[in-house]
């Protein structure tokens, strides 16, 4: 285990590397040249000169690769006219735009980001593995047939058009919940996850039918096996069957996929957080974005990789706990 655990951590470091090196040459070698854009129109040769030397653009492509890795490992120092100014590691930069450093622009806006993935990842996999339990216990069933309809128009219905349903539902029509506002889980608990249930449910409408697609045939494939047969056979009752044994192999690939989504969503939920004015990491790249505020979008795609690979490398991890028949090397 610790073998591979070292192994992991090593091809992690290695990919995370990799992805560092491309996102800092397609956006800082670019032919479009940064400290253009953080001058601005109308400014001078000599201000533009004094803004590439206090990013360190002056410097041949490879030193300025080098200060990056510096800066994420051991932290950086910046000139600031006569002063220098230090940014602690992990130092991505400053942002052009707030001239805030983005290592806690990224921290202030992760919680709203972790709280919208959690939420909506707990919630896509309590719907998914019930309508797929069901389905799959009742094949050829109209429950079947109504589940599976459910799951197709999940995969159908884009994201954006089920959240503005959902708002002009129930906060136009009913007003039965507010607009979605952010309100942080240790300041009031209720008012949380009362703002965050509409995006949830925007956002757990595709995952669920996913999830409700796999359990559904993980469940039948499970419930046709001989050890199933067997099991029948020896008089063992079929809720002990289906819960110990139909569910429990239905659920390993659950398990596996659950942890990346969770990457995948609390990294990539940008369409969700704009929609809803949720003021998280989705929200900020699109800012940055339109700002062209480079030190901020290469943040939060090095952010991004880092889910990622930390996604897969946990999904490997619980595939190896609950499935005795994989083993770490």
Not at 142 to 157: C, E, H, P, W, Y
Request: hydrophobic share 50%.
């Amino acid at each position: 285990m610790i073998g591979y655990l070292a192994r992991r951590l090593g091809g992690a470091a290695l990919v995370l590397f990799g992805l560092s090196a491309i996102v800092y040459a397609l956006f800082y070698l670019a032919p479009q040249d940064p400290a253009v854009l953080t001058c601005g129109k109308g400014c001078t040769p000599e201000r533009l000169a004094d803004v590439r030397a206090a990013m360190g653009l002056d410097e041949p492509p490879l030193t300025q690769y080098a200060h990056f890795l510096q800066g994420l490992v051991a932290g950086r120092d910046y000139p600031a006219g006569p002063d220098v100014r230090h940014c602690p590691a992990p130092c991505l930069g400053y942002s052009f735009e707030t001239d805030q450093p983005v290592t806690a622009l990224l921290a202030d806006r992760l919680p709203v980001s972790a709280s919208l993935a959690i939420g909506a990842e707990v919630l896509s996999l309590t719907v998914g593995i019930g309508a797929g339990l069901l389905s799959g216990l009742r094949r050829w069933h109209i429950l079947d047939k109504l589940v599976n309809g459910l799951v197709l128009a999940g995969f159908a219905v884009p994201v954006f058009l089920v959240g503005i349903l959902l708002l002009l539902l129930f906060c136009v029509y009913l007003q039965w919940l507010p607009f979605p506002t952010y309100v942080p889980f240790t300041t009031d608990p209720l008012a949380w996850a009362q703002n965050l249930l509409l995006p949830w449910t925007a956002l757990a409408v595709i995952q669920a039918a996913t999830y409700a697609r796999l359990t559904r045939a993980g469940v039948q494939e499970t419930l046709a096996e001989d050890h199933v047969r067997t099991a029948r056979a020896y008089g063992f009752t079929e809720r002990r069957i289906v819960w110990r044994r139909a569910l429990r192999g239905a659920l390993v690939p659950l398990v596996t996929i659950t942890a990346i989504d969770l990457a995948a969503i609390m990294s990539s939920a940008v369409l969700t957080e704009t929609m809803f004015g949720l003021p998280g990491v989705g929200q900020l790249l699109v800012g940055a974005v339109n700002q062209i505020d480079l030190p901020v979008v290469v943040g939060v795609t090095l952010l991004t990789g880092c889910l990622v690979v930390a996604g897969n490398a946990v999904a490997d991890l619980l595939h190896a706990a609950i499935d005795p028949r994989v083993q770490l090397r």
